[in-house]
């Protein structure tokens, strides 16, 4: 009953943090955020193993999975960091675009109740790469990156203890099958030798 509540728990979570990171990928995208695209790439490919490894009683998958969420964990930590300019990070700086774009979060121009300040006419050629300055905004952008990568923390916090129980309830039910013989390494030894035994009896008799 643990195991199978167990496992339940971990696909559910497992499923919700796909779909999580599908909607921030499309963001990030949205963005030219290319550091995030790449991180949210492998924490996607990741949690598809896990999923895999829980359907499938594979517990080395889902030990890598609880690897990663620890790392994914410590990445959207410094995320938060980041937007929020903590430890003399800024929001601004170019490193989440490995400096190849102008453009900054997606949230920036298209946040809560943000109304977007068009250029006036007349004042040169307009740069495609330069961002849109936004006005009226609900909430900061940093707020909003922060608020997506606190929700990203949460989720895989849950799935890193749930990873954690579903690998050692495996383990155990292992450690008890190869206990009662589930894995003898001589059944067709003892299957032969009784089958002698009765042999000789009937002869005998």
Known sequence: MGCCSGRCALI?????????????QVFDFLGYQWVPILATFVHIVVVI???FGTIQYRPRYIVVYAVWAAAWITWNIFIICFYLEV????KD???????????????????????????AAGLGPLDSQ?????????????????LHSTLQILVALLGFICACYVVSVFTEEEDS?????????????????????????QAYL
């Not at 499923?15 to 999580?20: A, P, S, Y």
């Not at 109740?113 to 068009?118: A, I, K, P, Q």
């Not at 330069?130 to 922060?146: K, M, R, S």
């Open 87 to 90: 430890g003399g990070l800024s």
């Open 177 to 201: 099958f190869d206990f009662i013989g589930g894995f003898d390494p001589f059944p067709l030894y003892h299957v032969n030798e009784k089958s002698s035994s009765l042999l000789f009896q």
């Open 49 to 51: 193993l896990g999923l």
């Open 12 to 24: 559910f979570l497992c499923t919700f943090q796909l779909v999580t990171a599908l909607e921030r």
């Open 93 to 119: 700086s170019k490193l989440l675009t490995f400096n190849l774009s102008r453009h900054r979060s997606w949230w920036r121009e298209h946040g809560p109740g943000c109304l977007r300040e068009e250029p």
């Open 130 to 146: 330069a961002p849109v300055p936004a006005i009226g905004c609900t909430l900061e952008h940093g707020y909003v990156e922060a």
